[in-house]
């Protein structure tokens, strides 16, 4: 059973960082796709980032870019996101998902339906 274990989440201050670790097990971590949604009070789930299994290829949410940045250590079966310059706009749940099958799209990594292994989230907020 695939397991997914977010942290890092926090308080900060606009302008603060952050980095988020997504702990991956249950399976050859190293395969599959994986990225990283957020959901705010109120709002659907958006996309923030996506990675191919190797990290060689990322996508990113417009309202991210030049801020964020994913990446992935196959050795540790660990994913992160590190945020920068964040904004009270970025306040969210954060979760990270990993896809059921080891089909890359690079155009299906902004596609939460197509994600198939989800964690529970951490909790971040930008205070003003």
């Known amino acids: 059973q695939v397991h997914l274990v977010e942290s890092g989440g926090g308080l900060v201050q606009t302008g603060g960082s952050l980095r988020l670790s997504c702990a991956a097990s249950?399976?050859?971590?190293?395969?599959?796709?994986m990225g990283w949604f957020r959901q705010a009070p109120g709002k659907e789930r958006e996309f923030v980032a996506g990675s191919s299994y190797s990290g060689g290829n990322t996508k990113y949410a417009d309202s991210v870019k030049g801020r964020f940045s994913i990446s992935r250590d196959n050795a540790k079966n660990t994913m992160y996101l590190q945020m920068n310059s964040l904004k009270p706009e970025d306040t969210a749940v954060y979760y990270c998902?990993?896809?059921?099958?080891?089909?890359?799209?690079?155009?299906?990594?902004?596609?939460?339906?197509?994600?198939?292994?989800w964690g529970q989230g951490t909790q971040v907020t930008v205070s003003s």
């Open positions: 998902a990993t896809k059921g099958t080891r089909d890359y799209s690079y155009g299906l990594l902004g596609v939460s339906s197509s994600y198939t292994y």
């Open positions: 249950g399976r050859t971590f190293s395969s599959y796709p």
